[in-house]
């Protein structure tokens, strides 16, 4: 009995031995980067300049290295700065940093829902779905093209209405803006009708809201926001923009599924919907369809429309670059037909300049990610969930890249015979598997706007106001986009057709694909 008794408590002592074995040992300690010192509660909030975020952490990286910690209230956060640092992260990574964290503010604003601000598994099949959608609408192919142009003959008829008066910059955003407006809903708007320029200073005051330093302080310390109502104020613009979208979504609905090629990105969600009646809860319930289509009509009127105003205020305060790119044009266009895609081949220093505008103006400093998983990043080991900042700043001003980064200097993107240099640190689009959905459309629409406009115009500052005293000190808002001011156009050629007369002998793709035409 006693050797029964010694044998089972020896098994007994084994299978114990075996399960420990097996089992997962606790998590390795975390390694964390450097950074400034830290005080109670409030972390490294006293030495952060609010309207100049990604300089902070610029100057920051020259003390602390590519990789550092900034603690954000009581949050530790990790920055990558400069081009390796970033590029390793980004690209070399699989899964490990393609997750957003839980921004207070977006999560009330989209319930972990969307494309931008979502993460795992609903990202990944909403991503899927977007980019397919965007290609059968025809980004980055010959359809898409004529609908730049068409809103170009739109623009360039506004803008000779001015008749050489001064203009609001912002009004250059409006052909960017009605694209996307195009692509979303299937047609386009009229510059007056009262719906887009509703959806035009809505989401211009979301914009403001969001890069203000009320909300910032909101999502460093959210129960003091939600006490103190910081976040009403957005919310209650958002909702306002939801209402529209709820009324466009509802219009495009039909009571049983359409078959064929779909007309739109909210007609592709809804079909999608239709096809799928138990997914409720999923990723075509409409909480998360009008999630996806305020995503689109944000990022897309946002980031582009912000770009071209850029570029024409850029263009206006360096004529003698604004000149070189119009003898180019002239020299490949002439001036009687409009720009295609295709164009940009025989256009290198215009496409220079173009990828020079992006550089320069840093348009989205950083958008945070976090750590899917456990994470090592430069030797360091950083837990699951930990917010990473890689700055997009410091790889688009990396002096190692670029000869002169301070300065606005489209040689950077030529190389000694004057042909186009593409450069792999340039990134104003991100980088790895977060890389912006609507990149192929961004740049699509920048050449043809651009190029469209000094082919027909100079840019000039008002009266009274030299080149060289234009503004170009970012607004506060969420992207860095240039301050409210005015420019004027000179019509370049006096016989030019109109803008719609060039349009039809340019292209020879049909008026098609859902594209409303131009009034």
Sequence with gaps: MALLLLLGLLGLLGLWGLLCTLAPGPSPAPQWPPGP?????????????????????????????PIFTVHLGGQKTIVLSGYKAVWEALVGTRQELADRPPIPI????????????????????????????????????????????????????????CGGRPFPLALLGWAPSNITFTLLFGQRFDY???VFQSLLGLIDEVMVLLGSPSLQLFNIY?????????????????????????????????????????????????????MR??????LFAEANAVACTLDMLMAGTETTSATLQWAALLMAKH?????????????????????????????????????????????????????????????????????????LTSVLLDKTQWATPGQFNPGHFLDVNGHFLKRSAFLPFSAGRRVCVGESLARTELFLLLAGLLQRYHLRPPPGISP???????????????????????????????????????TGVPESNGAAAVP
């Design 468 to 506: 060289a005293a234009l503004d170009t000190t970012p607004a506060l808002a969420f992207t860095m986009r240039p301050r409210a001011q005015v420019l004027r156009v000179v019509p370049r050629h006096k016989d030019a057709p109109p803008g719609d007369t060039c349009l039809a002998h340019s």
């Design 222 to 274: 959210p129960r003091l926001g939600a006490l103190l109502g910081l976040h009403r104020p957005v919310l209650c613009k958002i909702e306002k923009v939801r209402a529209i979208l709820k009324t466009i979504l509802d219009a495009h609905r039909c009571p049983i599924p359409r078959d064929g090629p779909v007309q739109s990105y909210v007609d592709a969600l809804i079909q999608q919907g239709q």
């Design 37 to 65: 010192r830290p005080l109670p509660l409030l972390g490294n909030l006293p030495l952060l300049r609010a309207s100049q975020q990604d300089r902070w952490l610029l100057e920051l990286s020259e003390r602390y290295g």
């Design 319 to 391: 004529p003698d670059i604004q000149g070189r790119v119009q003898v180019e044009l002239d020299r490949v266009l002439g001036a009687g037909r409009l720009p295609q895609p295709e164009d940009q081949q025989q256009l290198p220093y215009t496409s220079a300049v173009l990828h020079e505008v992006q550089r320069y103006i840093t348009l989205l400093p950083h958008v945070p990610r976090c750590t899917a998983t456990d994470t090592r990043l430069g030797g360091y080991l950083l837990p699951k969930g930990t917010p990473v900042i890689p700055l």
């Design 106 to 161: 977006f999560q009330l604003i989209q319930q972990g829902g969307g494309i931008f601000f979502s993460s795992g598994v609903r990202w990944r099949a909403t991503r899927r779905f977007t980019v397919r959608v965007l290609h059968s609408l025809g980004v980055g192919q010959g359809p898409m093209a004529h609908k730049v142009l068409q809103e170009l003959a739109s623009l360039t008829g506004k803008l000779d209405g």
């Design 277 to 282: 009646g138990d997914d409720h809860q999923g």
């Design 192 to 194: 007056e009708d009262p």
